[in-house]
């Protein structure tokens, strides 16, 4: 599904260009200070976890990522290039992808139109010379999509779902895959369902991915971690060096 992706070779971590880079970012709700001198970075090719208590500011870096709320100070560099003018359109068009916390599959639809939906986040271009057909890349990715193309989103589990909303995410060929929580509330059968189609996704395409997640299991499958309290980054590094008392201070286990 990346041939023609700029980012596309599997790449050193280490050495691998920055994809994300976000500086000194200050985020409020009203009055309330949410995000504080927020830094973090993702390099292509790179699966990043963030980590953290209910509450602390996950889901609201995520949302200012992707322009759904505005910053008060600070930068974000897409590719090199800053973004944080840019709508939340412009974000995904230039690649972008976005899963929300609590999915938002539209349940009269089908499977097959809610995928066609991760179309509006190409280029006009790409998205005409896509005609409307589901890539069997994607749908080799979630084989239990496959079969259920016609049925209708809101029929699906909450793990289905999942899977749905990540597939339609990745219609719209984006080199950064933002993944809020993809576990929550999900049996711990369809959790590791979940975890290797990520797997998959980032062996197959080479993407990066920026992920929230709770499950320890899943957050080590991540090169690095950034852990977060009352707004702020206060921890980070490779997982395999995350101690058990980063993870008791930063995950619900
Ligand atoms: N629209 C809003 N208006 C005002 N305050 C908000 C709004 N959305 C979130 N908050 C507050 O901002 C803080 C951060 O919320 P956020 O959703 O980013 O946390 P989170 O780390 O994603 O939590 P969770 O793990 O429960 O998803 C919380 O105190 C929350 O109550
Ligand atoms: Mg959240």
Redesign the pocket.
């Known amino acids: 599904m990346s041939h023609e992706h700029p980012l596309l070779s599997k790449t050193n971590p280490t050495t691998a260009p920055t994809v994300l880079q976000v500086t000194g970012l200050n985020v409020y709700?009203?009055e309330?200070h949410?995000?504080r001198d927020v830094d973090l970075s993702v390099a292509a090719g790179e699966m990043v976890c963030l980590i953290?208590?209910?509450?602390?500011?996950?889901?609201?870096?995520?949302?200012t990522i992707m322009g759904l709320?505005p910053a008060r100070s600070g930068a974000i560099a897409f590719g090199g290039k800053p973004i944080i003018t840019q709508s939340s359109d412009q974000r995904a068009r230039l690649g972008i992808g976005y899963v929300p916390?609590g999915r938002e599959i539209i349940p009269r639809l089908s499977v097959k139109e809610n995928l066609l939906l991760g179309l509006e986040a190409r280029r006009d271009s790409d998205r005409r010379k896509a005609q409307q057909a589901i890539p069997n890349e994607i749908l080799e990715l979630f084989p239990a999509l496959k079969a259920m193309l016609p049925r209708m989103g809101g029929d699906l589990s909450g793990g289905q779902q999942q899977q749905l909303a990540i597939a339609r995410a990745l219609m719209g060929r984006p080199q950064l895959l933002v993944l809020?929580?993809p576990t929550?509330g999900i049996q711990p059968s369809i959790v590791l369902e979940i975890e290797a189609a990520v797997r998959r996704i980032i062996k197959s395409t080479g993407i990066s991915i920026l992920l929230?997640e709770?499950h320890l299991h899943f957050v080590r499958q991540a090169d690095r971690y950034y852990a977060?309290q009352r707004?702020g980054i206060v921890s980070s590094g490779p997982t395999s060096e995350l101690s058990n008392e980063v993870i008791q201070r930063f995950l619900a286990v």
């Not at 953290?52 to 949302?63: I, S, Y």
Request: proline content about 0%; glycine content about 20%.
């Open positions: 709700y009203g309330s949410i995000l953290g208590r209910n509450g602390v500011g996950k889901t609201t870096l995520l949302k709320i916390q809020d929580e929550e929230v709770q977060m707004g």
